[in-house]
């Protein structure tokens, strides 16, 4: 069962920094890990599912919002199946429950559309204090 874990959300201070790890686990991730774009995305209250940042399976591209660009640093490390998002200058904005996601098929570039991703973890709150 491929699945997804989020882990490193909580509370930060306005300005500060945080990372968040997304741990990929199952038959298809222990294999097939590398092949796949991941994405972070996040959802505040009342708001949509917005995306937030993209890599590639190759690790050669990376794609961000225009709110985080600069900000936030998405990476990945094939060897530990894991994929990261640096959070820096974090704004009261930028709270909300933060999903990783893994593309529904292999081999594609980063994408910022919901629809693309077939594998969803169960989220990690991130809270900022101003």
């Known amino acids: 069962q491929a699945q997804l874990v989020e882990s490193g959300g909580g509370l930060v201070q306005a300005g500060g920094s945080l990372r968040l790890s997304c741990a990929a686990t199952?038959?298809?991730?222990?294999?097939?890990?590398?092949?796949?774009?991941m994405g972070w995305f996040r959802k505040a209250p009342g708001k949509e599912r917005e995306f937030v940042a993209a890599?590639?399976?190759?690790?050669?591209?990376?794609v961000y919002a225009d709110s985080v660009k600069g900000r936030f640093t998405i990476a990945r490390d094939n060897a530990k199946n894991t994929v990261y998002l640096q959070m820096s200058s974090v704004k009261p904005e930028d709270a909300a429950v933060y999903y990783c996601?893994?593309?529904?098929?292999?081999?594609?570039?980063?994408?910022?559309?919901?629809?693309?991703?077939?594998?969803w973890g169960q989220g990690t709150q991130v809270t900022v204090s101003s």
């Open positions: 996601a893994a593309n529904s098929a292999m081999y594609t570039p980063p994408d910022v559309r919901t629809s693309q991703y077939g594998y």
């Open positions: 199952g038959r298809t991730f222990d294999s097939y890990f590398d092949s796949y774009s």
């Open positions: 890599v590639s399976w190759s690790d050669a591209r990376k």
